[in-house]
């Protein structure tokens, strides 16, 4: 399975941005995914996970309400809409793929939880 996230940028302030990832080498449906998003010198942080059918999805406080987490299966695609950015959003953001199996809804922010990782797309926020 290979993910490949894009879409990243340099973008001012307030403005939205659209980041995709296109697994590869396996269907989408049987994966919950997620994205992550790493600053240097800090951990890697979830941001948002979306179960395998779309029924849930799940967000951190800190993006709650600007960041929309969405996915076509039939296009094996994910998306991450960010609106309102904030200097504080930048970092490198992954998109990560857990197969099924353990409840998801306890788990979805835990890094290894997640079975496969794209190369990320650097985000970066000018003020």
């Known amino acids: 399975v290979q993910l490949q996230a894009s879409g990243g940028g340099l973008v001012q302030a307030g403005t939205s941005l659209r980041l995709s990832c296109v697994v590869s080498?396996?269907?989408?449906?049987?994966?919950?995914m997620g994205w992550f998003r790493q600053t240097p010198g800090k951990e890697r942080e979830a941001v948002a996970g979306?179960?395998?059918?779309?029924?849930?999805?799940y967000y951190s406080d800190s993006v709650k309400g600007r960041f929309i987490i969405s996915r076509d299966n039939k296009k094996n695609t994910l998306v991450l809409q960010i609106k309102s950015l904030e200097p504080e959003d930048t970092a490198v953001y992954y998109c990560?793929?857990?197969?099924?199996?353990?409840?998801?809804?306890?788990?979805?922010?835990?890094?290894?939880?997640?079975?496969?990782w794209g190369q990320g797309t650097q985000v970066t926020v000018s003020s």
């Open positions: 979306i179960t395998w059918n779309s029924d849930r999805q």
């Open positions: 080498g396996q269907t989408l449906s049987i994966y919950h």
């Open positions: 990560a793929a857990a197969r099924l199996g353990s409840p998801y809804r306890d788990e979805w922010s835990l890094e290894n939880r997640y079975n496969y």
